[in-house]
């Protein structure tokens, strides 16, 4: 079988590997835009990048009143546990010769200020009670905060009052090291072709049923066909999609935004300092990928801060895409559903609008209204970080991932942004599952994603506290993440 991979991203790298450890005999072609894989919004500085394990994201337990939801942060938490486990195989077959290449140990933290204690304090006492989070740790004592995030309180009034929760076991992940290295893998050991520098013009179906692929490149046109299509290109995958003519093409717009963060390179003395994720509380309005946070990123040996997100208003589908590829992907039957985003959410449009006019010094005002001090204490920059496509389905804005697949299961595209990465091989398996069902009959790719994957219901993770610890701790081991002790322990 014939299968033809839109976008060598981490999304559409982890199909291809994925897909290859299980069906060895599909003959497996990825079409990649750029001059290397990863290299769009799976790079490093175009990614949030670590790993989103629910850990210390309010907003994926959102509070109604006194009652705070925690669903979204188990189903996230699951599938993160489920990538680790194939990235644990990818290190075991030697497709990548160090993980520190590509996750290290970053504490995962949120901090919040008075008028958000309470809630801080409700999430804790629900996570905690959950095997996944029992590890989280809580505290409105200024030192002890001190010392677990030393540059958001260094500057910081000790009568200020400030309520934090920390977990020692999150992760930074560099998404375009790990593409990188599992493109390569992909290709000499797995017999992936990918092709770069190779632009898709558009899809359509063959009086055979078979799908065209029409591409662009410096050599001039080509065409490919397939048997299978799976269009994984980012916000690239929109105007694929109309161009499909597939009967759900019209249900589905794509909603850009763009976002900066503020960058500074440290030393590894200071990094040790620091070691860290921080989130805060995002503003009223603001896209739930805007919510403020500071991290350490490791890229190349190199560390750096970053902390942002800025978000803008950017009509552009993906970076280094223009406003006129945006304007071409729209069709007359999206306008509506603009329209009706535009008037529903018009304080979200508002507030991208306004950011994207936001310069520097007031950048740095927000950097020092979370970390008193922080602006002078390194040398920041602003950079332009990747651009996200959110989906407009039916007329609403939705957040968060979608996998769309044609009826005749010759079809599939991944549509949205966050949690994106961080879930991408358990995502990626499921993507597998609707579109090439016919692999999971044979009883050598069962017994191979057994061996990726020892556990990758979702379900018996959240359910069974011993199984998740079993398949957690072993694969931490091989991640080089050190667990921490559960606090019930220090008190036998």
Known sequence: MNVIIIGAGIMGTTFATLAKELAPELDITILERLEGPGAGNSWVFNNAGTGHEANCELNYTPVDEEVISVEKALKIHAQFNVAKQFWAHLIDKGAIKDPKSFINQTKHCTIVSETAIDELRLRFKEMSAHHFFEQMRYSEDFDEIKSWIPYTMEERPRHEKMAATAIETGTDVNFGALTEQMAEYAVNDL?????????????????????????????????????????????????????????????????????????????????????????GKAKVGAPPMSVPHLDLRVAKGQHYLLFGPFA???????????????????????????????????????????????????????????????????????????????????????????????????????????????????????CLEELLPAIFTKEDARKKKKEIFPEDDLEALANNPERYREIRDAVNQRLGIASAIRPQDTQR
Request: charged content about 25%.
């Open 191 to 279: 017999g992936v072709n990918i092709e770069y520098g190779t632009h898709v013009k558009r899809v359509h179906r063959s009086p055979s049923g078979s799908w065209l692929v029409e591409t662009q490149n410096s050599g001039g046109e080509k065409q490919y066909r397939a048997d299978v299509l799976f269009v994984g290109a980012g916000g690239g995958a929109f105007p694929i999609l109309k161009k499909s003519h597939l009967p759900f093409r019209h249900r589905y717009t794509g909603f850009p935004v763009g976002g900066r963060f503020l960058q500074a390179p440290i030393s590894a003395e200071q990094a040790d300092q620091y070691r860290a994720k921080t989130y």
């Open 312 to 430: 803008s208003f950017k009509p552009v589908l993906e970076k280094g895409r223009g406003f006129i590829d945006y304007l071409r992907s729209m069709r007359l039957h999206d306008i509506p559903g603009l329209l009706n985003v535009s008037l529903e959410h018009f304080p979200l449009v508002k507030y991208l609008v306004s950011e994207t006019f936001k310069g520097e010094k007031s950048m740095f005002q927000e950097l020092d209204s979370f970390a008193p001090g922080m602006s002078k204490k390194f040398d920041w920059k602003p950079i332009h970080a990747g651009q996200r496509v959110q989906i407009i389905k039916d007329g609403d804005l939705q957040m968060g991932t979608e996998i769309v697949v044609s009826k005749d299961k010759t079809y599939g595209t991944l549509l949205g942004a966050s949690p994106g990465a961080s879930v991408s091989p358990e995502v990626m398996l499921r």
